[in-house]
């Protein structure tokens, strides 16, 4: 009886956690459906889930009539270098605070650690105004450096790096290592997990930023994604087809990563509550 | 002799980590210093002058304070800012902790992969996910308005209806509310469910990780004295998941506060009678559009304050009823 009942329970429990992962998988399909349909179908027949006459249309377009080639070259160069230079950044101040003695130490951690406080956007007026004035509109460092280095990762990876036992380190020290040295040949291996964590949230959080490269490009050929697909979307029209691919186009890169990473990914956010 | 001869290593020592701490964290600090601690001040100093960035800055004390506290469009963007955070904030607790609850059943099969369905809007990017939500919200040829329409309804102007939707509701009895009680637009409402369909899956995966910590004991000991599943879940289960509560609502309410993306992209002009210009899109008109820096600047830190005060109210009187076992 009671195991009956509860097989009903499981059913119904299934029930509705499918309909949960279709509404969220909803927006996912029905820009990737629209995407393949002509502009004539779209209007013709917006609501068909399964594309009448596929075409891959809407994606040629979109890199043919805009520089979308050019605006993904860009957030991977701006994305990837922001990732490499806040993994650089972190792991040397990370490996002094939680490692080196020296005056001031503490007081300078805290100090990092209060410029986590501070919402990011509301900084961004006077950071416009810096980097304007050091010439760096419209470049690469203007939208890399500002975000070279944070206190976030220097906090996750001194947490790390804070559980790393000291005796390996004294053996690589009588070996004659120094602490560049050490850093490379014993932390960096055995941080791998953590970094790899840094390395998929910057990546993420470089790769969706919208705000700030809104602020510092005005040419076309500097836009990141995000950027070159809102300004699409403002000068487009009712071009759904090709706004939906390029939503798609902007998504691929995180949800691969994503798909990849997802296990490891969801544990780090349990454990320290990244976003 | 030797003696001495150790201490001067010692101080030798620690002079070079001295020397060495502060190399190492030369980058991380040279960043910050630039970006973000010389831009505070720079604001804080700023926000007491009026600048329109073509003649030199005049100093003009706390003018621009009192201007953005006197002006009904600053109010009105906080006013549409709350409600995104009070449509977004509850519904996105409930139904992560309602899948979380779901999910924790451990003979279930597939935890990890509803788990992973859930989670991908979180990855999404903001600007993409925006440009499907107002697909699917298009006034023609959407498909909220066609299921509409086949249900025997009428279609909505989803991102052009200024009305709020308490408003519309009270309509049917002619009843006009104060400006304060009409509610989001629904043009606010379509950008409160995306945020809440990026926020579900964190929530979701937040909290079944607190409810995976909480001990099987205290359960068993509650069914030995007799308790129904709904005491079980009020007496034991939320309790101990405050922690998790609270930490979202914390991480919800400064993430909310900054919406922008969407914002721009569904409605550019701030939306219909600007019921969707939160405070993030009034700052950045009145910087980059009328380029009254000094004044943004202020509204900025205002802004800051806001939400720093709200931070310290949660951590001073709601993490007093948070249970860390």
């Known amino acids: 009886m009671s195991e009956h009942k509860g097989i009903w329970m499981k059913i119904l429990k299934h029930s509705i956690l499918i309909a949960g992962a279709f509404l969220m998988l909803f927006p996912f399909f029905w820009a990737l459906s629209t995407s393949f349909k002509s502009l004539r179908e779209v209007f013709r027949n917006p609501f068909s889930l399964i594309p009448l006459h596929p075409t891959f249309g809407n994606y040629v377009a979109l890199f043919n009539k805009i520089p979308f080639a050019r605006y993904l070259l860009n957030s991977f160069i701006v994305a990837s270098l922001t990732t490499i230079l806040q993994i650089v950044t972190a792991m040397l101040s990370a490996y002094a605070f939680s490692r080196l003695k020296f005056k001031g130490r503490n007081l300078i951690f805290y100090a990092f650690l209060a410029t986590m406080m501070i919402p990011g956007q509301l900084l961004m007026i006077p950071q416009y105004l810096i980097v304007a004035k050091f010439g760096w509109i419209n470049t690469y460092q203007g939208l890399i450096l500002p975000y070279a280095a944070t206190a976030v990762t220097t906090f996750f990876l001194r947490q790390f790096f804070m559980s790393i036992p000291k005796d390996l380190e004294d053996a690589a020290v009588i070996d004659g290592c120094n602490s560049l040295q050490v850093l490379v040949k014993i932390f960096l291996p055995l941080s791998k997990p953590a970094i790899s964590t840094i390395a998929v949230f910057s990546f993420m959080w470089s790769w969706n930023s919208y705000f700030w490269p809104l602020l510092i490009v005005n040419v076309p050929q500097m836009r990141t994604v995000q950027l070159g697909l809102a300004m699409f979307r403002n000068e487009g029209g009712m071009q759904w087809g090709q706004f939906m691919a390029g939503s798609v186009i902007a998504t691929l890169p995180i949800l691969i990563a994503y798909f990849f990473a997802q296990k490891h990914f969801i544990k780090s956010i349990t454990l320290t509550g990244l976003k | ?325």
């Not at chain 2, 906080?78 to 059943?105: E, K, Q």
């Not at chain 2, 939500?133 to 066609?146: K, L, S, T």
């Not at chain 2, 009270?170 to 379509?190: I, R, W």
């Not at chain 2, 969707?276 to 205002?302: C, D, E, P, R």
């Open chain 2, 1 to 325: 002799m030797t003696r001495k001869k150790n201490l001067v290593i010692l101080k030798h020592q620690k002079f070079r980590n001295f020397i060495k701490g502060y190399i190492f964290i030369s980058p991380t600090a040279l960043i910050l210093t630039v970006f973000v601690f010389f831009p505070l001040i720079y604001a804080f100093v700023m926000s007491f002058h009026t600048w329109n960035m073509s003649s030199a800055p005049i100093y003009t004390g706390f003018q621009n304070y009192v201007t953005a506290l006197k002006s009904v469009d600053f109010w009105n963007s906080m006013l549409y800012t709350s409600y995104y955070i009070l449509g977004v904030l509850p519904l996105s607790l409930i139904l992560g902790l309602f899948f979380a609850l779901l999910l924790r059943d451990s003979t279930m099969r597939g935890t990890s992969i509803y788990r992973m369905i859930y989670f991908m809007p979180v990855v999404t990017s903001p600007i993409a996910a925006a440009m499907g939500f107002n697909w699917i919200f298009e006034n023609q040829m959407g498909i909220a308005n066609h299921l509409i329409e086949k249900l025997g309804g009428q279609p909505v102007s989803w991102l052009s209806t200024p009305t709020g939707i308490l408003q519309m509701l009270f309509n049917h009895f002619n009843v006009v509310l104060p400006k304060v009680l009409q509610g989001p637009s629904l043009a606010m409402c379509v950008i409160i469910s995306l945020g809440i369909w990026q926020n579900i899956g964190y929530a979701t995966v937040i909290y079944l990780a607190g409810l995976q910590s909480i001990s099987d004991t205290y359960y068993e000991a509650a069914s030995l004295d007799g308790a129904t599943k709904w005491k079980k879940f009020w007496h034991i289960t939320l309790p101990l998941l405050s922690p998790s509560t609270f930490f979202l609502l914390i991480m919800f309410t400064i993430a909310s506060f900054q919406v922008f993306g969407p914002i721009q992209i569904m409605t550019p002009a701030g939306g219909p009678l600007n019921t969707t210009s939160v405070i993030v899109f009034y700052l950045y008109k009145q910087a980059f559009s009328y380029y009254n820096m000094g004044y943004a600047m202020a509204v900025a830190f205002l802004l800051m304050g806001i939400i720093l005060a709200m931070t310290i109210f949660q951590f001073l009187f709601l993490e007093r009823k948070v249970n860390y076992e």
